[in-house]
């Protein structure tokens, strides 16, 4: 009895001690708590002192607002406070204030530091000195681990968060990017998480494995970059998220090492690697012509692709296609024999145009990345690649750097029918026996690069097949080139007479005579397009999906208000509709009865042409001066467009005329302008808009002639001056009054008829410059013409009358 009771008491005694300790926690906690406050608040006079100058509320700007408005606002701010144009007394101080707010937001790093400490140029130092102090006693004030476990100090995260801390603007521009070359794996994580202490072990095992292996890694502090937290969709602490092709992916399960690890893999597209066995591995090499790559096998032990082969595979997806042969199947044990495969290291065999034979082989025991780097970079393309778009074009001819030798690219234009197949396999041989490296041989396609060869083949449509050397000399398209004489058949003749032509020029720069500028290559694999569109498809929905499994509601609530508010609007005009028919058939009705009467006492049937009717009987067209200019071009209204008749003093009154005919019937829409630019004027500006939009104006081989000016007269221009872009109008002639006036005049005397015709040319120029402006109007509307956009409109020096 006496032996319970005194474990009786041992229990109570033990809760009581328990309960003590509880406590003591509790007011360590508190008093840490207060501390900090205490420190916050002690920090505040370098916030007050910045409080004197916010770079936010000078500019009126919101703290959320992005470069380009801040650079908006900057540039109206500054022209209506220069002291040059604003005579008042203050204006001069609010101009300094407003170009100091700008260098402020303008530059990333000292907007973060004005968001986080209120520094600016003044109080940089104070708050600088304010932060250490805090640092030193944050670093130095923790609780012992007897009493409370956590540590409250930044050196719990000393090995990621210096390292692989993510900024905002970094993350847009370099990490982005990069994932559609490689996976990242992202932590979300914050000074005050107690959570994020519990991972860290296994965070950090598993960064060091997979930063090995090429996945990137990046941790984001909420406390500091909660711009990037938010864009992220990150919403609470701790977070782990995958990215890669710029999509994000949260990871929802519990953080231990084979978990993180599968879910990185989960990340990478599931159609990387091909299993490779005795049935499908000649399919498989013999693929290389349509995909006009290189392929990789890859022959180990192990019956799952290993990760560091996936995450290579995606690396050069672009480049290279890879396959995986298991060693240990009875189903590959022919294949294993064919190309004498030692077993017992991992293999890669690197084939190109070849099948019988691999170009290159790496075999270790170890393979690390920078191994298989090395090996796959080496070759990414094969001997004689097809020219299938414009990026692979670059790549194989660089432009030459200052540091690097010329490269020259010796290009076959051919055909793919079985009737050049002897000739292609001859250059393909060529190419394999020349291994000089400045020499890159490719070969294209006549049909589907038909643009490439036309510049190329100027006077050579005859020739099946040819050859050319070329350099690219910009990136704007210029290349020097030279046809060798005699097309291409493949005979040993044309094959040494293409080895001369080569060693020629490797003496003589200047061999290559001929200059071009070549357009953008036609990418031959963009029909491939709506397969990866159904991809992306079958992502975004297996990505709602996950997000409905997890109960992650806060990233759905974007999606679901969308669907809603898309069912609340078409809800809404279906039931409006419904009752708007209702009343429109009763107010038809009456109408109905006194159509007759009009149209019999009219004449004339009664026709609706447009649901907006024209208001006024009468077309308002205003001169495009430096008076009118901001208002009706450079400041117009978003979604407004000012169309433009271009005339002259001589055929001022005729083209107004047949203008405000032409567009009198699209006077009844809301959003547009009529206008008119005297050439007499203003043609400064008009050759100064034409310049920005070269491509817009496509001179016929007449108005070439040095001897002849371009003439713009009866042109039109549809001008958007809030998203900076035009569409044009060209006079088309219908020629019917000239055939009629010759026909008349050929019946008179000689200087009779000249004088007819003179007079009728001058009025085919005048009166049907602008037949066709109607149907053009009506493809304005639609939205179908081409526009051209420019960086900037003409400055109103280009508007004023020159002297």
Known sequence: MLLVSCGVYNRIADRKLRMKMTRLRLVFSTLQVVVSIFLLVSCCPASLAAGEFDPYTVLGVRKSATQAEVKKVYKKLAREWHPDKNKSPGAEDMFIKITKSYELLSNEEKRANYDRYGETAGNQGYAQQQRQQFQHFHDSFYFDESFFPYQFNKGSRDFADTKYMLHFSQYMNDIVPDSFKRPYLIKITSDWC?????????????????EALGVGIGVVDVGYERRLANHLGAH?????????????TFFHYAVVREHLRQFVENLLPARLVEKVTDQNYMQFLNSWHEENKPHVLLFDQVPVVPLLYKLTAFAYKDYVRFGYVNQGLVETEALLQQYKINTYAPTMLLFKESTDKPADIIQARGMKKQIIDEFVSNNKFLLVPRLVNQKLFEELCPVKQFHRRKKYCVLLVTSGEDSFTNGNEEFLSFAASNTKEIFRFAYVYQKQQQA???VLLKDKESVPSQVLILERRNTAGKVSYKAVPGGWNGSEEEKFQLQEQLELLQKDPAFLTSVAVLPELNNEFASMFLLQWIYAAYDYVSQIGDDLLHNNWREMMPLLSLIFSALFIL??????????????EKQTKPKTKEGPQNNSENGSPNTNTSSRAPKKSFVEVTELTDITYTSNLVRLRPGHMNVVLVLTDAAKNALLSKFAKEVYSFTGSLTLH??????????EWMESLLEFAQDAVQIDSDEDDSQHKADYTGYVLALNGHKKYLCLFKPVYTGEDLHMDSSRASSSSSDEAATRKKTASSSLQIHHKLDKLGLWMERLLEGTLARYYIPSWPGLDKITTSK
């Open 452 to 454: 490439l060869c036309d």
């Open 194 to 210: 107690f959570s994020c202490i519990h991972i860290e072990p296994v965070w950090k095992e598993v960064v060091q494995e997979l």
């Open 674 to 683: 009529f206008s008119f630019l005297n050439l007499d004027k203003h043609k």
């Open 571 to 584: 809800f809404g005009t279906v039931v409006i509709q419904a009752f708007s028919d209702s009343s429109d």
């Open 236 to 248: 609470r602490t701790p977070s782990i998220l995958g990215l890669i092709n710029g999509k994000v």
